[in-house]
Nanobody, 122 residues
């Protein structure tokens, strides 16, 4: 089981940038993809982005393509989400996730972080 801890959330203006980090620890059963979900008040948790174990493959939600970049550094057991060109609708709690497949869904994720708040002002 992998334990995940996010950091780097905060307040940004529209058009600004933030970088989220996810520290992984524990002993995974196998290699895993790392990804990010978000949940705004009153909404379901939705997929944002994911990166494969090797880092060679990435998957993005249409709403963030071209603005967000997901990456990982296995030597440091870290995952990252670079958020650029932020919009007020990006405001949500962002959750780091780990699971066996690149195309993550809420049901196939094996580990969740505790979440970090991102707030974008207009």
């Amino acid at each position: 089981q992998v334990q995940l801890v996010e950091s780097g959330g905060g307040l940004a203006q529209a058009g600004g940038s933030l970088r989220l980090s996810c520290a992984a620890s524990g002993r995974p059963d196998s290699i895993y993809a790392m990804g990010w979900f978000r949940q705004a008040p009153g909404n379901e948790r939705e997929f944002v982005a994911a990166v494969s174990w090797s880092g060679a493959n990435r998957n993005y939600a249409d709403s963030v393509k071209g603005r967000f970049t997901v990456s990982r550094d296995n030597a440091k057991n870290m995952g990252y989400l670079q958020l650029n060109s932020l919009k007020p609708e990006d405001t949500a709690v962002y959750y780091c996730a780990a699971g066996p497949v690149l195309f993550m869904t809420r049901t196939n994720v094996r580990s969740w972080g505790q979440g970090t708040q991102v707030t974008v002002s207009s």
